[in-house]
């Protein structure tokens, strides 16, 4: 007699079909766990280990939203006036902005998704396994203030005239000469200009930052893909 609960069983074409899925699958998952492990353990190694905040100099800050880090700057000091790179991100609105956020990151994701809710699964994919191309994302500021996810940080005139040729020399160079020019993106309040570098998994928004800070100086991560790995190493402001 048949049981008519149990189900048939799959023939041997389907069988194979969904143990090469498990397979895949099981793969997906190990390939995550250690990326995020390689991630974990890059980010505790130290670079510029005798590195101490100077007791004067300029004073940044090292920006997150828990997913992507930037690196906010005074918009002008005697190193670099940055209105002068980027006229067209000096003002809020009409007033005046003090500071300026740059962050590196995929074109499509900055410029197309303005919510993890809108990243297309092909997107994503892609990204993960080909990568793609770069943009910087400038924001202006008017007096950001220190909180978690605004690190204020000091660094003498040398240091950050290091950081400043850093960012510099990730703005992708211009056949025609001239200034870089401006991308339009989905958020209002942000101006996109084409990078150098291709983003990857292993190159991402937060090892820029944590190269970018590494090369002037700071004490960072050996790798830094994600923003915890980053943050990790700029102390919270102290309480008020």
Known sequence: ?????????????????????????????????LFLLAGWIGSAIPRNSAWREPAQGITIMVETNGTHTGIVMPIRT???????????????????????AIGWGEREVFLNVPTWGDLAPLTALRI??????SVLRVSPYIRPAPSEYHRPLRLTEAQYRQLVR?????LAPLASGGGPKPIA????????????????????????VG??????????????????????WIDPPAPR
Do not use: Q
């Not at 850093?166 to 990730?170: D, F, G, Q, T």
């Not at 309040?189 to 991402?204: D, K, L, N």
């Not at 960072?220 to 923003?227: E, K």
């Open 1 to 33: 007699m048949v049981d008519p609960v149990a189900a048939p069983p799959l023939p041997g074409l389907a069988r194979r079909l969904l143990s090469a899925a498990r397979a895949v699958l099981a793969g997906i998952a190990l390939a995550i766990g």
């Open 78 to 100: 005697r190193v670099k006036d940055w209105r002068a790179t980027f006229p067209e991100a000096t003002y809020v609105g009409a007033r005046p902005a003090t500071h300026i």
């Open 128 to 133: 993960a396994s080909v990568g793609g191309t």
């Open 166 to 170: 850093r960012v510099e020399a990730s």
């Open 185 to 208: 993106g989905t958020d209002p309040f942000s101006i996109y200009y084409p990078a150098r570098g291709r983003y990857t998994m292993a190159r991402t928004c937060n090892t820029w």
């Open 211 to 232: 190269d970018a800070l590494a090369d002037a100086g700071v004490r960072m991560g050996a790798w830094t893909p994600f923003a915890g790995g980053v943050m990790k």
